[in-house]
């Protein structure tokens, strides 16, 4: 993958988060013995994979070692901003797993991926990223990063912008997490664990 990259470091209500502890990816089944070395170096305690088990079956599972969550998180109609829409508002059991799975100390490092590592994993980073307080632009330049790691990789703007725009109809990322089923206190635990303030 050209896409797996460490959440460290991004500027969060408090500080930053924490290098080392939070990473996003593409998938894993198609790296090189170099990345699986290079990726096992990275201690990683969870793997989180939210591809569907018919994506599995066609590209392979992933080629790394340890442990390995699959959370299927499905697009169920329409393409661009529909589809993120219909990701974000029909997958709240994946919301609700990836949220308590961050609350517990024991799962860092953690490493979640979809298949190209931009639309589901993007729809996450940016959930998590604004519950915690990010500028919205910096989420807004992290998710187009995918485009710069590899110009085959299409993302724009206003499919993620759907996705500010939904949770702000709710009131907020937090208030859109508690509806959801997300307890506020799985958040402020994510925050502890996450977030160093600045040196």
């Not at 392979?60 to 998180?73: E, H, I, K, V, Y």
């Not at 974000?88 to 590592?117: D, I, T, W």
């Not at 931009?118 to 807004?140: F, H, N, Q, Y």
């Not at 709710?170 to 958040?187: E, H, N």
């Amino acid at each position: 993958t050209k896409n797996t990259r460490d959440l460290g470091g991004l500027p969060v209500t408090g500080g930053r988060l924490r290098a080392g502890h939070l990473f996003r990816s593409g998938a894993l089944c198609f790296i090189s013995g170099t990345d699986q070395k290079r990726l096992g170096q990275l201690q990683l305690r969870s793997v989180i994979d939210l591809r569907t088990p018919e994506e599995i079956a066609k590209d392979g599972a992933d080629r790394l070692a340890g442990p390995s969550l699959n959370w299927p998180m499905r697009s169920y109609h329409g393409r661009g901003a529909e589809s993120y829409r219909s990701m974000l508002l029909q997958n709240p059991l994946v919301l609700r797993k990836f949220f308590a799975h961050l609350a517990q100390a024991e799962s860092y490092p953690v490493l979640f991926h979809c298949s190209a590592g931009k639309d589901r994993s993007g729809i996450l980073t940016a959930l998590l990223l604004d519950s915690l307080g990010c500028p919205r632009e910096v989420i807004m330049d992290d998710y187009l990063q995918s485009q710069r790691n590899s110009s085959a990789l299409r993302v724009e703007r206003e499919w993620l912008q759907e996705v500010f725009d939904l949770v702000d109809l709710a009131g907020g990322s937090r208030a859109f997490l508690t509806i959801q089923g997300v307890p506020a206190g799985q958040l402020e635990a994510i925050g502890n664990y996450l977030i160093e303030t600045e040196p």
